[in-house]
């Protein structure tokens, strides 16, 4: 990973002494269903810390500071996530801290927002965002984020014109359907419907002989788990759908296809692709855990953006660092180039400027293989 350096730095980090641990506090699901979020949470700062730290660590106020990782399993359980969280800031001493799960951050927000710590929040959703709690920060894209992918199909695949989606029953689920709605209606698109569904069924066919009935080009898949989401799309093809798949969130297309098959799953779109001139940090990536998350890059981007505001501030004190994520002219370089911003007062449904704006890496499954195909993103994105 290549970041730019910190502007005015006239010695290299060995020659500095050295002061106090930058600890990183991880909470997150590292057992059960939901471990492959988890790690892919965990694991690229992991990375990340390793390359800072051989170079002498971070730099803030004249002294030189080893990255040092401190990961729990909260089991995406909201009473383990409030046990993990007290002891990495009380036991710990973190007074940064990542927490992956839409259904957790809120339950441990007030803890957060009463201690000095700045807690990014791999999360989805409404709710996970709050005014009231404004030690939070969202470092992914969400389904705002997302759907401006609308925008490209309608440059680049004008043959597809009516959307038909299949979302899970809370309150991601109910956002993404807001956000295909009004996007597709922004960029010239119809959406013919909106199947909702609860997180236990197995049995998508009623819904979408239902959304088939209308005929789409496409079906929007929102956020669903990789389970769901193959559940869908196998049970699609099987009702006769010929038509394109998109999934509206974070997943690895790649356990999709082993799930499905790479037949149904051809032409499978998704965001999160590798794009070209980037294989090193995969080959990276796998000779240090063995396997590749297409996932990663986006859930470990707090490490990055989280030294670059430490550099901004030159201080460790996390009241400093809020100040320089809040600025708005405070923007990070991005892994696979561009570059990053937080924002959100412009976004109804944020209410407060602690979203990551990034850019997208649209993939689709061809012949089995997940292959990128196209940048995109807001038209507010930093130039």
């Given at each position: 990973m290549?970041?730019?350096?910190?502007?005015?730095?006239?010695?290299?980090?060995?020659?500095?002494?050295l002061?106090?641990p930058?600890?990183?506090?991880?909470?997150?699901?590292?057992?059960?269903p939901?471990?492959?979020?988890?790690n892919a949470?965990l694991r690229?700062?992991?990375?990340?810390?390793?390359?800072?730290?051989?170079?002498?660590?971070?730099?803030?106020a004249?002294?030189?500071?080893?990255?040092?990782?401190?990961a729990?399993?909260?089991?995406?359980r909201?009473?383990?996530?409030?046990?993990?969280?007290?002891?990495?800031?009380?036991?710990?001493?973190?007074?940064?801290?990542?927490?992956?799960?839409g259904?957790?951050i809120?339950?441990?927000?007030?803890?957060i927002?009463?201690?000095?710590?700045l807690?990014?929040?791999?999360?989805f959703?409404?709710?996970?965002?709050?005014?009231?709690?404004?030690?939070?920060?969202?470092p992914?894209?969400?389904?705002v984020?997302?759907t401006?992918?609308?925008?490209?199909?309608?440059?680049?695949?004008p043959?597809?014109?009516?959307?038909?989606?299949?979302a899970?029953?809370?309150?991601?689920?109910?956002?993404?359907?807001?956000m295909?709605e009004?996007?597709?209606?922004?960029?010239?698109?119809t959406c013919?419907g909106v199947?909702?569904?609860?997180?236990?069924?197995?049995?998508?066919?009623?819904?979408?002989?239902r959304?088939?009935?209308k005929?789409?080009?496409?079906?929007?898949l929102?956020?669903?788990?990789?389970?769901?989401?193959?559940?869908?799309?196998k049970?699609?093809?099987?009702?006769?759908?010929?038509?394109?798949f998109?999934?509206?969130?974070?997943?690895d297309p790649?356990v999709?296809?082993?799930m499905?098959?790479p037949?149904?799953?051809?032409?499978?779109?998704?965001?999160n692709?590798?794009?070209?001139?980037y294989?090193?940090?995969q080959k990276?990536?796998?000779?240090?855990?063995?396997?590749?998350?297409?996932?990663?890059?986006?859930?470990?981007?707090?490490?990055?953006?989280?030294?670059?505001?430490?550099?901004?501030?030159?201080?460790l004190?996390p009241?400093?660092?809020?100040?320089v994520?809040?600025?708005?002219?405070?923007?990070?370089d991005?892994?696979?180039?561009?570059?990053?911003?937080?924002?959100?007062k412009?976004?109804?449904?944020y209410?407060?400027?602690?979203?990551?704006?990034?850019?997208?890496?649209?993939?689709q499954?061809?012949k089995?293989?997940?292959?990128?195909?196209?940048?995109?993103g807001s038209?507010?994105?930093?130039?």
């Amino acid at each position: 990973m290549v970041y730019a350096p910190q502007e005015g730095a006239t010695q290299q980090p060995s020659a500095l002494p050295l002061g106090k641990p930058l600890k990183i506090g991880v909470a997150a699901p590292l057992s059960g269903p939901a471990v492959p979020w988890g790690n892919a949470t965990l694991r690229p700062v992991q990375l990340y810390a390793e390359e800072i730290n051989a170079k002498g660590g971070v730099v803030a106020a004249g002294e030189r500071h080893v990255i040092e990782v401190i990961a729990y399993d909260h089991k995406y359980r909201t009473d383990e996530a409030a046990t993990v969280m007290r002891r990495l800031i009380m036991s710990d001493k973190c007074n940064y801290v990542a927490v992956l799960g839409g259904g957790v951050i809120p339950a441990i927000a007030g803890m957060i927002q009463d201690n000095p710590v700045l807690c990014f929040g791999t999360a989805f959703g409404l709710g996970v965002l709050n005014p009231k709690f404004d030690h939070i920060f969202i470092p992914i894209s969400q389904p705002v984020e997302f759907t401006y992918v609308w925008k490209w199909f309608a440059e680049n695949r004008p043959d597809i014109k009516k959307v038909a989606m299949v979302a899970v029953n809370d309150n991601v689920g109910r956002m993404s359907g807001t956000m295909v709605e009004r996007r597709t209606k922004e960029f010239g698109q119809t959406c013919l419907g909106v199947e909702y569904y609860e997180r236990d069924i197995t049995d998508f066919t009623a819904a979408l002989s239902r959304l088939l009935a209308k005929k789409p080009d496409i079906i929007d898949l929102d956020g669903s788990p990789a389970g769901s989401a193959a559940l869908i799309l196998k049970q699609g093809r099987e009702l006769g759908f010929k038509g394109d798949f998109i999934h509206g969130g974070h997943t690895d297309p790649s356990v999709i296809v082993k799930m499905v098959g790479p037949e149904k799953a051809e032409g499978f779109y998704s965001s999160n692709a590798l794009p070209p001139g980037y294989e090193w940090y995969q080959k990276k990536y796998i000779a240090k855990f063995g396997e590749w998350d297409n996932m990663a890059p986006a859930f470990g981007r707090y490490g990055p953006i989280l030294v670059q505001a430490i550099k901004k501030a030159d201080s460790l004190d996390p009241e400093k660092v809020k100040k320089v994520l809040e600025s708005p002219d405070f923007v990070w370089d991005e892994m696979f180039g561009g570059r990053g911003k937080f924002y959100g007062k412009e976004e109804p449904l944020y209410g407060i400027s602690h979203q990551a704006l990034v850019p997208e890496y649209l993939g689709q499954v061809r012949k089995g293989k997940f292959e990128f195909v196209s940048k995109y993103g807001s038209p507010l994105l930093p130039k």
